[in-house]
């Protein structure tokens, strides 16, 4: 069992308690049954999505083989949040041990570490695809894409591991509340009992940094996609932007409720609890929705896959 321990009285934390909602019996039933739906849309939309990729030959491209790893992604990072929040709503004390809210807070970031590169990668993905068609599939070949996911994960255990190697040696004495509904650093570091003051330092740069420096990143090169688009013939235009609009509503709505969190820091205050919300629960059912609706192939790839299944029982 790892045990944080305090060096001058050797007095340990061995669980923490998440505070989660306060609130009336009836809200918090209607905060259940809402997650709970959000969850199995989570679930089966973006499944479907990974489904509709690995079944469909026409979707055998490298923007559908990122985007389903991207469903992948969301499905394991809302999985590591949503379903104890759920449970945890309806009881009284929201018991967490030492060892499950340093695994979700890795997991948290290694799999948000991952979203990033994904969202990166998709960037460059549609870089390729509208500035360079000539030669995108040699830039876009298997092994690149291949390369891309191996970076993405990578990346994101980078991220997790050099925070919990921080976070790890800090002395927990005592108090243990924790003003949220899941583990994450910025929140175990603030019940540490030293002078936590660099740490904190240490982990809002890490991923504040990495957030904003990722969010302006990809806002730059989708502005550089549609101006060189726009240059070359302006009918071009909203062709590109009908695609690209979707990825650019997925990057600010996962970027924002980010920034909130590690950049600016409310230590008092409980805004950036409803702000992780958004991240684990609104953004990873969003996804299929804003990239089904929108996409001409995915909706004739579903087209033809009832069709294909209505096939199969009566002709
Ligand atoms: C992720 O991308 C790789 C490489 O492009 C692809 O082979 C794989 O099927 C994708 N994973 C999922 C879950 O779709």
Request: a neutral charge; glycine letters at 4%.
């Amino acid at each position: 069992m790892i045990k944080a321990m305090d060096g001058l009285n050797g007095s340990v934390v061995s669980e923490f308690v998440l505070l989660g909602l306060s609130g009336s019996w009836e809200t918090k039933v209607i905060l259940m049954i809402t997650f709970s739906l959000l969850y199995l849309g989570i679930i089966l939309g973006n499944l479907f999505i990974i489904f509709l990729v690995i079944a469909d030959s026409h979707l055998h491209s490298p923007m559908y083989f990122l985007l389903a790893n991207l469903s992948f992604n969301d499905v394991g990072l809302s999985s590591t949040t949503v379903p104890r929040m759920i449970t945890d709503l309806l009881k009284e004390h929201k018991v967490i041990s030492f060892q499950s809210c340093m695994t979700q807070t890795c997991f948290i970031h290694a799999m948000g570490g991952a979203e990033l590169v994904l969202l990166i990668a998709m960037a460059f993905d549609r870089y390729a695809a509208i500035c360079k068609p000539l030669h995108y599939l040699t830039i876009m070949s298997p092994k690149t894409c291949f390369l891309l996911i191996v970076t993405s994960w990578v990346t994101g255990v980078i991220h997790a591991m050099t925070q919990f190697s921080f976070v790890i040696n800090l002395p927990f004495c005592g108090p243990n509340k924790i003003d949220s509904f899941c583990c994450d650093f910025p929140r175990i570091i603030q019940l540490a009992c030293s002078d936590a003051a660099n740490f904190e330092f240490v982990v809002t740069a890490n991923s504040g940094i990495l957030t904003t420096g990722t969010f302006f990143l990809l806002l730059l090169s989708y502005a550089f996609i549609l101006i060189t688009v726009w240059k070359r013939s302006s009918g071009d235009l909203s062709k590109a932007l009908g695609t690209l609009s979707a990825h650019i509503t997925v990057v600010i709505l996962f970027f924002i409720p980010c920034i909130f969190v590690y950049i600016w820091p409310f230590p008092t205050s409980s805004v950036d609890k409803y702000m992780f919300i958004v991240d684990f629960a609104i953004t990873p059912a969003l996804n299929p929705v804003i990239y089904t609706l929108r996409n001409k192939d995915i909706k004739i790839a579903t087209q033809r896959l009832s069709k294909r299944c209505h096939c199969d029982r009566f002709c």
